[in-house]
């Protein structure tokens, strides 16, 4: 990749240096917080120019936290670091968590309890009505038993963290000592690790002269947006970060994700104040509704797949994917030159929803 090798800056800027001196800060504001290794880090940052080249506009590229090592990877791991460091902080030796069925975060928590020599329960909750055994049984599921983790099933709609409040005191009547981290782990402990991957990033495109504009990903349960908001505020960065929302529509969305930036920071304690107006979030590729296969994501996941090599999910990289196709088309990101999309991982569910591909079979 000869283009690669081109934007390798000469020497240092001065706005290379005060970059790298906030990170540099960051990551002391940070040690304050226990964590545990659970990940490989940093994750790649890596050029799409297959992709660049077929949608015509600014250079895309791609932070790879699908590549974060846990159980074949994604955004919770950065999250579980912090949280199971609070766990065991806490004494705890059982983890409770909630998703849904096909739920990324209950699969890295399952392994990072197994890792951590902890147990661990499972509630997911039926939010799309499938009977398909694949969606049941495989992807995430399948994973969630291999780690050994206890898994129950409640009904859509269900109030899951009161599920979670009456299994933690039917454990704890036992003698058992759980710790019930939030669904997609998403609270201040948890987005400490999007706020250390702001970092992460910051310093991985300095380090090649590149710098970036914009950065997108796919925002759900908020904690990996509102990590991202708080410590692209904590290094002044003007990358421009645009969520683009699997569930919620955009009002609740960017309220979820402001509250939560807002509550980080203040945890981290660096005094950095959160403008409302660096949380967006577009949540114009939901279609028809939280883990509802869309065209535009069957049709963005399958280009990515065949320009990229990449696999992508069908419930949150792949939305966030659709959306990031469709904005370049559409001149979003005009007289920009790098946008990085973050992988948040996922693939494991890409066999929960095999047939939502209508792929060829064999030929003869
Ligand atoms: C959980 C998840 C997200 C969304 O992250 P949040 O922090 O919940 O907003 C995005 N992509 C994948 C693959 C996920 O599993």
């Known amino acids: 990749m000869a283009q690669t090798d081109q934007i390798i800056a000469e020497k240092p800027s001065e706005q290379a240096d005060l970059t ?23 994750t790649p940052l890596e050029p799409m120019d297959r992709l660049s080249a077929a949608l015509g506009g600014p250079r895309l590229w791609v932070k790879r936290d699908d590549c974060t090592g846990l159980s074949s990877g994604g955004n919770k791991t950065r999250k579980l670091e912090y949280l199971m460091a609070d766990a065991m902080a806490h004494g705890a030796d059982t983890i409770i968590t909630q998703g849904a069925t096909q739920s990324n975060h209950a699969r890295q928590t399952a392994a990072a309890a197994a890792k951590c020599g902890m147990a661990c329960h499972i509630l997911l909750e039926d939010r799309t009505g499938s009977n398909d ?22 009904p859509g709609g269900a109030d899951m963290n009161a599920e979670m409040e009456q299994l933690a005191e039917q454990l704890r009547a036992k003698g058992v000592k759980p710790y019930i981290i939030p669904g997609g782990g998403s609270n201040a402990i948890g987005a400490l690790g999007y706020v250390n991957a702001a970092r992460e990033l910051a310093e991985q495109a300095t380090g090649i002269g590149l710098k970036i504009d ?49 509550k980080t920071a203040a945890h981290i304690g660096t ?11 577009n949540c114009g590729y939901v279609g028809g509704g939280y883990g509802v296969p869309t065209d535009g994501m069957i049709a963005a996941t399958k280009m990515l797949a065949q320009t990229e090599g990449l696999l992508f999910d069908p419930v949150y990289s792949g939305k966030g ?16 030159e790098n946008v990085v999309f973050l992988h948040t991982g996922g693939s494991a569910a890409l066999f929960g929803y095999a047939d939502s591909f209508e792929l060829p079979g064999y030929t003869t």
């Open 20 to 42: 790298a001196s906030r990170c540099k800060e960051l990551s002391i504001a940070l040690a304050q917080f226990p964590r545990v290794s659970l990940g490989h880090f940093p």
């Open 133 to 154: 055994p694949n969606y049941i049984m495989n992807g995430n599921v399948l994973l969630d038993r291999l780690h050994g983790a206890t898994v129950s099933k409640r």
């Open 214 to 262: 914009a950065l997108v990903h796919a925002t759900g349960s908020s904690g990996t947006q509102a990590g991202l908001v708080a410590g692209l505020a904590a290094i002044q960065s003007d990358i421009h970060l645009l969520g683009i929302g699997v569930r919620a529509p955009q009002e609740k969305q960017e309220a979820m994700v402001y509250d939560l930036a807002v």
């Open 271 to 281: 005094g950095v104040e959160i403008a409302r107006d660096l949380v967006r979030a």
């Open 321 to 336: 994917l659709d959306g990031l196709i469709n904005l370049v088309k559409t001149g979003y990101f005009d007289g920009m």
